[in-house]
C-alpha cells in the first residue's frame, strides 16, 4: 500500500521550533518532488514548500521563507521540513504530498499523507 505519513507536529510557544517528518512506504520517495502544504480552520489549504526529486531546488512561500527549511534523504526515505521562529499564523495542519513536479497546485500531488496538527501558542 502506498502511504506518506507525517509526524512531529505538536503545540509550540511563539518563536519556538519544530521539525516535520514525511515517510514514505509502499514506494520509493526518489522519483518525487515533495511538497509541504497546510490548512488552517476555515482556509483553503496551501502550498508550504517543495523540494525537487533529487534536492537540489527548493521553493518556500514568502510567508515562510527564511523561517523554514525543508530537506530530504533519499536513503531513509524521508522528507523533512524545519520550522524555525514559529507564529501563531503558523497554526495549521501539515501534509505532505508526492508529485512529479514541484507545484503550488496541489491537483498536481498523486499522494498524500493524513497531516499533523502544528499549534503555536503562548
Not at 476555515?42 to 512561500?61: F, L, N, P
Request: charged residues 15%.
Amino acid at each position: 500500500q502506498l502511504q506518506l505519513v507525517e509526524s512531529g507536529g505538536g503545540l509550540v510557544q511563539p518563536g519556538g521550533s519544530l521539525r516535520l517528518s514525511c515517510a514514505a512506504s509502499g514506494f520509493t520517495l526518489d522519483y518525487y518532488a515533495i511538497g509541504w502544504f497546510r490548512q488552517a480552520p476555515g482556509k483553503e489549504r496551501e502550498g508550504v514548500s517543495c523540494i525537487s526529486r533529487g534536492g537540489g531546488s527548493t521553493t518556500y512561500a514568502n510567508s515562510v521563507k527564511g523561517r523554514f527549511t525543508i530537506s530530504r534523504d533519499n536513503a531513509k526515505n524521508m522528507v523533512y521540513l524545519q520550522m524555525n521562529s514559529l507564529k501563531p499564523e503558523d497554526t495549521a495542519v501539515y501534509y505532505c504530498a508526492a508529485g512529479a513536479l514541484c507545484s503550488w497546485y496541489d491537483k498536481l500531488y498523486g499522494y498524500w499523507g493524513q497531516g499533523t496538527q502544528v499549534t503555536v501558542s503562548s
